[in-house]
């Protein structure tokens, strides 16, 4: 009895163990290849490679979150990168910001 109590133990404390996700990068690692993707990004549709360094990637919820914004002609390009654990691409958003976008259209019309 002691034996199969101590064997589900031990198979909960592995499982609970199995089921937590770490990071397989480090911080700069993860910003290195969210700073590639989202210069690849941001040349495909704006013709632009703005992002060069910035501040560190972030694990936050099992998953790398890197954001950055630059200056490019009258306005900004911003990036939101976001990728799993294990620094596979989940998500690569690049947005250029200019005067009209950043308004609510609400307050454009006065």
């Known amino acids: 009895m002691k034996i199969s109590v101590i064997a589900v133990f031990a198979f909960l404390l592995i499982g609970c163990e199995s089921s937590r996700q770490s990071a397989s990068l480090t911080s700069e690692q993860a910003k ?48 939101t990168v976001e990728l799993a654990a294990n620094g596979s691409t989940n998500s690569v958003d690049v947005e250029l910001l200019d005067g009209q976008n950043q308004m609510p259209r609400s307050m454009r019309a006065f």
């Open 32 to 79: 290195t290849v969210a700073i590639q993707l989202a210069n690849q990004k941001a040349d495909t549709l704006y013709h632009c490679q703005p992002f060069q360094d910035g501040q560190p990637a972030k694990f936050t919820q099992g998953h790398w979150v890197w954001c950055d914004t630059r200056g490019y002609g009258h306005g900004d390009v911003q990036a």
